[in-house]
């Protein structure tokens, strides 16, 4: 049997110990403590016999797809990880329980031979054999691909979405967790820290659907289209009683009258979901209310699914910038903390704004607007073709073969745009256009986000990047020709979908889905 590699660590650094005056280092420390554990953990090590691994695919077919990963973990430890010669050990009945509560993590799915994997833990512990191991191994690699990993990338990508995904070796990822195993709980480094905010709303939704839900049919009474403060209505009762289920309301009077409390309730859950706060119950207002509880909790797992998607680094990133294009909002991070939010307007249906990542390098301010090619030969020219005068009225100018807007108020971009460069040719800017930012549905544009608060980001850019002034600032946006600021630290921009978004004490807000990729997302997942 081959010398497990951490025996051979331990014995250099002894060596060095011996050998060496020289002071340990906290890194080197910490190494000779995992060789120390690993030594003790391998006095009761069991070799393997691998030539019984093709007999358990043949009877386990469903579990084949993981052959490739258990043949590596094998060839990396030649011997039982799971069992000692007590039988398993305690860290795989914790890889049980959570394989046995997968809706926990907004799986929906059981595990192939699940009754099989059952039985091995309900029996109690027993001598080691190659079937029972395998399994075990089985039941984690099925547990790190749906709850870790999620969907492959191609299959998400048909989704839409482009951000890049990790690629984790989950082999030695096993490593990790073999020696910290309350990580596979708790590793805030492996996924999205969003997943966990999530995880905790899709509780408190479970637990609502258990106590019954709320009611889905609320509807005025015949004739009423609407309800004002004072009013009284048994329809005012149901909507009373939906939001404090929800949490939005701290007593259910059963009142029949539209008090100050419920309308106090009502405008904090418009607030919490971004929509214009009204002074009535609405027919819109009573659409919302009647989403079943149950179309809550596959919103939430949905979402939870695309946690898995976004790269694990956004949660060490000391600054960034996203775009959530359901909430149409764009945050800016930095040190974890929030430096600015700023509405935005997003691609409409037939430009849907892309999802992916870049890293912003530079500000154009008094930009050129460098008219897209499809929006020249599809608008403009047409325009052009009616009206001689249409550029000089727009203040546009031939290019070459292209048409551009030249810098000014009436610019389509604005005062400034933010550049990341990508070969979907999408970039954040400013716009003249202000009132689509007072609406609650902003798909308006042709694909890149427009930005409110456009000033106020640059200056904070600006600012912490070079030290400039709210006046630099203004002076650079009114220039009569563009000029670029060049920044010396890249910001990472993230665009991105999220139609369910949570705190971290698992308060859920839930957003339209602009773009409809909820229940062709859930169809993957479910089924």
Same mark, same amino acid.
């Given at each position: 049997?081959?010398?497990?590699?951490?025996?051979?660590?331990?014995? %250099?650094?002894? #060596?060095?110990a011996v050998?060496?005056? =020289?002071?340990k +280092? $906290?890194? &080197?420390?910490?190494?000779e403590e995992?060789?120390r554990a690993d030594?003790?953990e391998h006095?009761?090590?069991?070799?393997i016999?691998?030539t019984?691994?093709?007999a358990?695919f043949?009877?386990y077919?469903?579990?084949?797809k993981?052959?490739g990963?258990?043949k590596?973990?094998y060839r990396k430890?030649d011997?039982?990880?799971?069992h000692d010669?007590k039988g398993?050990?305690?860290f795989?009945?914790?890889l049980?329980?959570?394989s046995?509560?997968?809706?926990?993590?907004?799986v929906?799915?059981?595990?192939p031979?699940k009754?099989? %994997?059952d039985? #091995?833990?309900?029996?109690g512990?027993? =001598?080691?054999? +190659? $079937?029972s &191991?395998?399994l075990v191994?089985s039941?984690?690699?099925?547990?790190?691909k749906?709850?870790l990993?999620?969907l492959?990338?191609s299959?998400?990508e048909?989704?839409?979405?482009?951000?890049?995904?990790d690629?984790?070796?989950?082999v030695s990822?096993l490593?990790t967790?073999?020696?910290k195993?309350?990580?596979i709980?708790?590793d805030?480094d492996?996924?999205f820290t969003?997943?966990?905010?999530?995880?905790k709303?899709l509780?408190?939704?479970?637990?609502i659907?258990?106590?019954g839900g709320?009611?889905?049919k609320?509807?005025?009474e015949?004739?009423?289209?609407s309800i004002k403060?004072g009013?009284?209505?048994? +329809?005012v009762?149901e909507?009373?009683?939906?939001?404090?289920?929800?949490?939005?309301?701290?007593n259910?009077s059963?009142s029949?009258?539209?008090?100050?409390e419920?309308?106090?309730?009502?405008?904090?859950?418009?607030?919490?979901?971004?929509?214009?706060?009204?002074?009535a119950?609405?027919?819109?207002?009573?659409?919302?209310?009647?989403?079943?509880?149950?179309?809550r909790?596959?919103?939430?797992t949905v979402?939870?699914e695309?946690c898995?998607w976004?790269?694990?680094?956004?949660?060490?990133?000391?600054?960034y910038?996203?775009?959530?294009?359901?909430s149409?909002?764009?945050?800016y991070?930095?040190?974890?903390d929030?430096v600015l939010?700023?509405?935005?307007?997003?691609?409409k249906?037939?430009?849907?704004?892309?999802i992916?990542?870049?890293e912003?390098?530079?500000l154009?301010?008094?930009?050129?607007?460098n008219?897209?090619?499809?929006?020249?030969?599809?608008e403009i020219?047409p325009?052009?073709?009616?009206n001689?005068d249409?550029?000089a009225q727009?203040n546009?100018?031939?290019?070459g073969?292209?048409?551009?807007q030249?810098?000014?108020?009436?610019?389509?971009?604005?005062?400034?745009k933010?550049?990341?460069?990508n070969?979907?040719?999408i970039y954040?800017?400013d716009?003249p256009?202000?009132?689509?930012?007072?609406?609650?549905?902003?798909?308006f544009s042709?694909?890149?986000?427009?930005?409110?608060?456009?000033r106020?980001?640059a200056?904070?850019?600006?600012s912490?990047?070079?030290g400039?002034?709210?006046?630099?600032?203004?002076?650079?946006?009114?220039?009569?020709?563009?000029n670029?600021y060049?920044l010396?630290?890249?910001?990472?921009?993230?665009l991105?979908y999220f139609t369910a978004w949570a705190?971290?004490?698992?308060?859920?807000v839930?957003?339209?889905?602009?773009?409809?990729?909820d229940?062709?997302l859930?169809?993957?997942?479910?089924m």
């Amino acid at each position: 049997m081959k010398r497990p590699l951490l025996l051979t660590l331990f014995t %250099v650094i002894t #060596l060095l110990a011996v050998f060496s005056c =020289k002071k340990k +280092t $906290e890194e &080197e420390k910490e190494i000779e403590e995992i060789a120390r554990a690993d030594v003790h953990e391998h006095d009761n090590i069991i070799p393997i016999d691998t030539t019984k691994f093709d007999a358990f695919f043949q009877k386990y077919p469903d579990f084949k797809k993981f052959e490739g990963e258990i043949k590596k973990l094998y060839r990396k430890h030649d011997h039982y990880i799971w069992h000692d010669d007590k039988g398993l050990i305690e860290f795989a009945d914790v890889l049980h329980h959570l394989s046995s509560n997968l809706e926990e993590e907004g799986v929906k799915k059981n595990m192939p031979y699940k009754d099989s %994997v059952d039985q #091995l833990f309900f029996a109690g512990n027993s =001598k080691p054999d +190659t $079937e029972s &191991e395998l399994l075990v191994s089985s039941m984690y690699f099925y547990y790190a691909k749906n709850v870790l990993q999620g969907l492959d990338p191609s299959e998400s990508e048909a989704t839409g979405w482009y951000l890049p995904r990790d690629r984790v070796d989950y082999v030695s990822y096993l490593d990790t967790l073999m020696r910290k195993p309350e990580l596979i709980k708790k590793d805030r480094d492996e996924v999205f820290t969003q997943y966990y905010n999530l995880r905790k709303g899709l509780e408190k939704y479970r637990t609502i659907e258990k106590n019954g839900g709320w009611n889905t049919k609320i509807a005025f009474e015949e004739g009423v289209k609407s309800i004002k403060p004072g009013d009284s209505s048994v +329809t005012v009762t149901e909507v009373r009683k939906r939001v404090f289920t929800e949490g939005y309301l701290k007593n259910d009077s059963g009142s029949k009258v539209f008090d100050d409390e419920l309308l106090t309730a009502i405008n904090r859950y418009e607030k919490v979901h971004y929509r214009n706060q009204s002074k009535a119950i609405t027919k819109d207002i009573l659409a919302e209310l009647n989403v079943p509880v149950e179309e809550r909790i596959k919103t939430i797992t949905v979402n939870m699914e695309r946690c898995r998607w976004v790269p694990s680094s956004i949660n060490n990133e000391k600054e960034y910038i996203a775009v959530n294009i359901p909430s149409y909002r764009l945050y800016y991070f930095r040190d974890k903390d929030t430096v600015l939010i700023s509405n935005v307007v997003v691609g409409k249906a037939l430009h849907k704004t892309v999802i992916f990542s870049g890293e912003m390098s530079y500000l154009a301010f008094s930009p050129y607007w460098n008219v897209p090619t499809s929006i020249l030969r599809n608008e403009i020219e047409p325009a052009i073709a009616k009206n001689p005068d249409y550029l000089a009225q727009h203040n546009m100018e031939w290019n070459g073969k292209s048409v551009r807007q030249k810098p000014g108020k009436n610019n389509s971009l604005g005062l400034v745009k933010f550049m990341f460069p990508n070969s979907n040719n999408i970039y954040l800017h400013d716009t003249p256009a202000k009132s689509l930012f007072s609406r609650e549905d902003r798909a308006f544009s042709h694909g890149c986000v427009r930005v409110q608060k456009a000033r106020e980001l640059a200056i904070a850019i600006t600012s912490k990047d070079g030290g400039w002034t709210e006046k630099q600032v203004d002076a650079a946006m009114h220039k009569s020709s563009e000029n670029i600021y060049r920044l010396k630290e890249k910001i990472p921009v993230f665009l991105t979908y999220f139609t369910a978004w949570a705190d971290k004490n698992g308060n859920v807000v839930f957003f339209d889905d602009v773009y409809k990729r909820d229940d062709r997302l859930a169809d993957m997942l479910y089924m």
